[in-house]
């Protein structure tokens, strides 16, 4: 199984920039994508932007152009830079992966335990 560590949330005001991290561990076989999603109170989580093992890459309407994945396959570690922060990008962020446990088995998904992002007005 996997174990995601989020790293990197915090206090910003509106226009500001924050860099979130998130790290893969444990047993499995290959890691096929890693990426981010956001739950704001009284709101369904919803997609920010994904990444594959091939570099191919999904935002959100609502970020693209200033959210940025990034993903190191070796390390798999999965980034996401977020530039122009709105009031409301405030949510907290969860680190998704979905990987193969070994030769013999299906993809499974896996959820980090979030980390809170708040920006300001």
């Known amino acids: 199984q996997v174990q995601l560590v989020e790293s990197g949330g915090g206090l910003v005001q509106a226009g500001g920039s924050l860099r979130l991290s998130c790290a893969a561990s444990?047993?499995?076989?290959?890691?096929?994508?890693m990426g981010w999603y956001r739950q704001a109170p009284g709101k369904e989580r919803e997609l920010v932007a994904t990444?594959?093992?091939?570099?191919?890459?999904n935002y959100s309407d609502s970020v693209k152009g200033r959210f940025t994945i990034s993903r190191d396959n070796a390390k798999n570690t999965v980034f996401l830079r977020m530039n122009n922060l709105k009031p409301e990008d405030t949510a907290v962020y969860y680190c998704?992966?979905?990987?193969?446990?070994?030769?013999?088995?299906?993809?499974?998904?896996?959820w980090g335990q979030g980390t809170q992002v708040t920006v300001s007005s």
């Open positions: 444990g047993r499995y076989f290959s890691i096929k994508l």
């Open positions: 998704t992966c979905v990987s193969q446990e070994s030769r013999w088995s299906y993809d499974d998904v896996y």
């Open positions: 990444m594959t093992s091939g570099n191919s890459t």
